[in-house]
């Protein structure tokens, strides 16, 4: 216990450091070592709930870390405001993004544009007319959600996933923290090419023969070239392949297609690449413009060995600590289960590209989310997963690599295939989730980028479901989350347990000193806080609770001549964010992937709350992420310290609050 607290000790003076210049009185270690309290926790006012707050307030309270933004619903007990502010929040978190790291240009704009009330019928049916379905009879509404942020290739993503399947979008948020806990996942494009592979027909096997000689020929490929870009400024030809059966001639040809996802525009140019094929072998004969070589929308080998779309792989570097801290698990329960499932199980049931958990799944609800066709699941959903151990893989968190190995993982998919530009991306909702991801339209600068860049956001997705389903199946949690969070609650739960008579979480001690600390004006930052309405109408302000509409901003108090806790890990409210983020520390921030708790002296805490002494209190002026330095021990921490001395907290299957 003394070295933990001498190791914690070590932590908080050097945060404290780094948070102000100010002299800080550190924390000494007791000479007894004290227990930390097991069953009390933060008094409750009975007459107040959190939905006598008004939305700044709450915004407040989830800028700060005090409610968490994933238990809105329950904690409100108001569904449609739990919507509205969560919106509210993730503006706020995109707006607030450094500017090298920034996705959307205008959040609340995108997060607007998302119908949450009072659905234009009216301009969605225009909008559809002649373009996307045909005999329309309604529309089916459909739930989005929002995972991240995805920290992938050192930007932040908040990635909106549409879905109805329980569980999926909290399991796949635990696994982008895990990613961002262990600095962040990079990602690959290799190849990016559209395939349309139309079958024709000549009048004997020689000729067959000849057309392929010559399709295939390098001297020829500047003739068919010039006829196939001939039809677009952004279809580029990159390859012509043929293959035959008999009299049968399939030409698999292969185009870059800008952003968009390329199937009208490689038509148009293998429609004209046939006309100059006809000049040369006059008995050709066209009998489909798809031959089922592409191939589109059906299983198939050569997509997965030849690709089709983009095709992008994404890796992380997982530590022991990480593993444990954040997913309960270790490197060598990963390394197996993944050999025995992912690949062998996939061998043994003749599988073609399902070498993975659950690609499918994340693709699908992005699919849906961002305005892709959702029948070309069938090959973007092709995945390899892999993990490999490594015995290298620094951690400051845990130097003497107590918590053992951790693992390489990665996500191979070879195809791909994603727009930003045509097709139901065109639609309102869809085109706002794009924007979300900064990913709408076509790229300017760089034809083709938005599209490429969607392709590696869907790999990272992927890649963070992947670790977090594997995770949990090594540990047994698989059916208890479903069973949470993929059922219809028989009685509302709410997630601060005491509940008021509307329904609503009472408003506990802790809470009640957020508010004061908010009332007096003790943050004074330049973070500001967004509260412009996020419906999309003025008549979302007839709720029965407050709404005031005005910025705020304040400085962050942190802690430094004492340590916050006084609780066992997964019990208190309140944590000290201390956490690597991709080389960067964030104060407080909103992405911090967990929540670590200390032991205190009990003559310091109020039940499971820590009460702050005047004296050993301090400002800290919340600085942009791009401008705080790590956080590092400023002493070499105990030889005797464990990876368990200090812990992360997740009320798994539902995001941490971060």
């Known amino acids: 216990m003394t070295s933990a607290v001498t190791r914690v000790s070590a932590l908080v003076a050097s945060w404290s450091r780094r948070a102000g210049n100010t002299p800080i009185r550190t924390f000494s270690a007791p000479a007894t070592p004290v227990e930390a309290p097991q069953t009390a926790s933060p008094?409750?006012?009975?007459?107040?709930?959190?939905?006598?707050?008004?939305?700044?307030?709450?915004?407040?309270?989830?800028?700060?870390?005090?409610?968490?933004?994933?238990?809105?619903?329950?904690?409100?007990?108001?569904?449609?405001?739990?919507?509205?502010?969560?919106?509210?929040?993730?503006?706020?978190?995109?707006?607030?993004?450094?500017?090298?790291?920034?996705?959307?240009?205008?959040?609340?704009?995108a997060i607007n544009a998302i119908p949450m009330n009072n659905f234009d019928y009216q301009h969605f049916y225009k909008s559809i007319l002649n373009t996307n379905c045909e005999a329309v009879i309604g529309y089916v509404p459909l739930p989005v959600g929002i995972v991240g942020p995805l920290l992938l290739d050192n930007k932040e993503y908040r990635v909106p996933m549409a879905t109805t399947e329980g569980a999926l979008i909290a399991s796949t948020n635990r696994g982008c923290a895990a990613i961002r806990k262990a600095g962040g996942a990079t990602s690959v494009v290799h190849n990016d090419g559209m395939t349309r592979a139309p079958l024709v027909r000549v009048n004997s096997l020689k000729e067959a023969a000849e057309l392929k000689a010559w399709a295939e020929s390098p001297a020829n490929f500047p003739a068919i070239s010039q006829a196939f870009n001939s039809t677009s400024r952004f279809g580029k030809l990159k390859s012509v392949t043929v293959a035959t059966a008999g009299r049968n001639v399939y030409i698999r040809f292969k185009a870059q297609t800008g952003d968009a996802m390329g199937m009208n525009m490689i038509t148009k140019g293998t429609n004209e690449a046939l006309l100059l094929l006809k000049k040369f072998f006059p008995t050709m004969r066209v009998m489909a413009l798809s031959g089922n070589l592409c191939?589109?929308?059906?299983?198939?080998?050569?997509?997965?060995?030849?690709g089709r779309g983009k095709s992008v792989s994404a890796e992380v570097r997982l530590s022991g600590y990480v593993l444990k801290s954040v997913l309960k698990t270790n490197a060598e329960a990963m390394v197996q289960l993944n050999m025995s499932k992912n690949l062998v199980g996939s061998a043994l049931a003749g599988s073609?590209?399902?070498?993975?958990?659950?690609?499918?799944?994340?693709?699908?609800?992005?699919?849906?989310?961002?305005?892709?066709?959702?029948?070309?699941?069938?090959?973007?959903?092709?995945?390899?997963?892999?993990?490999?151990l490594e015995h290298n893989i620094p951690d400051v968190h845990d130097p003497k690599n107590t918590c053992g190995p951790g693992i390489v993982m990665s996500v191979t998919m070879p195809s791909v295939e994603v727009g930003t530009v045509g097709g139901g991306t065109s639609l309102p909702a869809q085109a706002a989730c794009l924007e979300l991801l900064?990913?709408?339209?076509?790229?300017?600068?760089?034809?083709?980028?938005?599209?490429?860049?969607?392709?590696?956001?869907?790999?990272?997705?992927?890649?963070?479901?992947?670790?977090?389903?594997?995770?949990?199946?090594?540990?047994?949690?698989?059916?208890?989350?479903?069973?949470?969070?993929?059922?219809?609650?028989?009685?509302?739960?709410?997630?601060?347990g005491n509940t008021h008579h509307n329904g609503a979480a009472l408003i506990t001690s802790t809470i009640e000193a957020r508010l004061a600390e908010m009332k007096s004006g003790?943050?004074?930052?330049?973070?500001?806080?967004?509260?412009?309405?996020?419906?999309?109408?003025?008549?979302?302000?007839?709720?029965?609770?407050?709404?005031?509409?005005?910025?705020?901003?304040?400085?962050?108090?942190?802690?430094?001549?004492?340590?916050?806790?006084?609780?066992?890990?997964?019990?208190?409210?309140?944590?000290?964010?201390?956490?690597?983020?991709?080389?960067?520390?964030?104060?407080?921030?909103?992405?911090?992937?967990?929540?670590?708790?200390?032991?205190?002296?009990?003559?310091?805490?109020?039940?499971?709350?820590?009460?702050?002494?005047?004296?050993?209190?301090?400002?800290?002026?919340?600085?942009?992420?791009?401008?705080?330095?790590?956080?590092?021990?400023?002493?070499?921490?105990?030889?005797?310290?464990?990876?368990?001395?200090?812990?992360?907290?997740?009320?798994?299957?539902?995001?941490?609050?971060?």
């Open 295 to 306: 191939t589109d929308k059906k299983p198939s080998a050569i997509n997965w060995v030849d």
């Open 352 to 388: 073609v590209g399902g070498f993975n958990a659950h690609a499918s799944n994340v693709v699908t609800a992005l699919f849906l989310a961002t305005g892709q066709d959702g029948a070309q699941n069938v090959e973007s959903a092709t995945c390899l997963t892999l993990m490999e």
């Open 438 to 496: 900064g990913l709408k339209g076509s790229n300017a600068e760089r034809p083709g980028a938005n599209a490429e860049t969607l392709a590696r956001v869907v790999a990272g997705s992927v890649l963070a479901g992947e670790l977090s389903l594997m995770s949990a199946l090594t540990t047994n949690d698989l059916l208890n989350s479903h069973l949470k969070l993929n059922r219809k609650p028989s009685a509302p739960s709410h997630g601060h």
């Open 522 to 658: 003790g943050s004074k930052s330049s973070t500001k806080t967004t509260t412009k309405s996020t419906s999309n109408t003025a008549a979302s302000s007839s709720h029965s609770h407050h709404h005031h509409h005005h910025t705020h901003g304040g400085n962050i108090i942190t802690p430094s001549g004492t340590i916050p806790g006084g609780a066992p890990a997964g019990s208190h409210p309140h944590p000290l964010h201390l956490t690597s983020h991709g080389g960067t520390s964030h104060l407080f921030s909103p992405t911090s992937p967990g929540r670590r708790y200390f032991a205190a002296p009990t003559s310091q805490t109020h039940g499971n709350r820590f009460v702050p002494q005047s004296s050993g209190w301090t400002h800290a002026i919340h600085k942009p992420a791009a401008t705080v330095a790590p956080i590092v021990p400023s002493t070499p921490l105990s030889s005797n310290a464990t990876c368990t001395d200090v812990d992360f907290d997740f009320d798994f299957p539902s995001l941490p609050v971060p």
């Open 43 to 109: 008094s409750v006012d009975s007459s107040k709930s959190l939905a006598d707050l008004t939305d700044n307030q709450l915004l407040y309270l989830l800028n700060h870390n005090t409610i968490s933004p994933h238990k809105l619903e329950t904690d409100l007990g108001d569904t449609s405001r739990a919507v509205s502010l969560r919106r509210l929040y993730t503006a706020n978190q995109l707006a607030q993004a450094p500017d090298n790291a920034k996705t959307s240009t205008d959040p609340l704009k």
